[in-house]
């Protein structure tokens, strides 16, 4: 049975740290807390196109990055920043079935690897 939105935010509020990390693409793993997200949510389409994206974002100069992404209709806006508002990269998605109109995530270079996590596992 499929969870309530309310449900799953509280469910994803009570990941808090990581004891796996989960291969997405060749430099890009998820914690614990945004592999349940691709799970429950079925949206392993926002972590491959966080990773995509990081790809062409310099490490050195910005290792941390922030994911938002903001409901539009029936689509939807993904903006990746620097954690700052500066803009690094963006797609827009004419459509979507993603649960929340609203929804950050976090990706930081671990020096070999981008991790992606949830905000709450920071």
């Given at each position: ?6 449900e799953l935010?509280?469910?994803l509020?009570?990941f ?6 989960y291969?997405v ?9 945004l ?8 949206c392993y389409?926002?972590?491959?196109l966080?990773g995509l994206h990081?790809?062409d ?6 290792p ?10 029936d689509g939807g ?9 500066a ?16 929804f950050?995530?976090y990706?930081?270079?671990?020096g070999?690897?981008?991790v ?7």
């Open positions: 049975m499929k969870q309530t939105n309310a935010l509280d469910n509020s009570q808090i740290g990581t004891e796996h990390y291969r693409l060749p430099t890009f793993v998820v914690t614990d807390g592999k349940y997200l691709m799970d429950e949510a079925d389409w926002l972590a491959q966080y990081l790809c974002v310099d490490f050195d100069q910005n941390f990055t922030v994911l938002k992404f903001t409901r539009k209709g806006i993904v903006n990746i920043e620097d954690g700052n508002g803009v690094l990269a963006w797609q827009g998605l004419g459509y979507t079935d993603f649960p929340f109109s609203q950050s995530l990706a930081c270079w671990d070999k690897n981008w992606g996590m949830l905000t709450s596992e920071y």
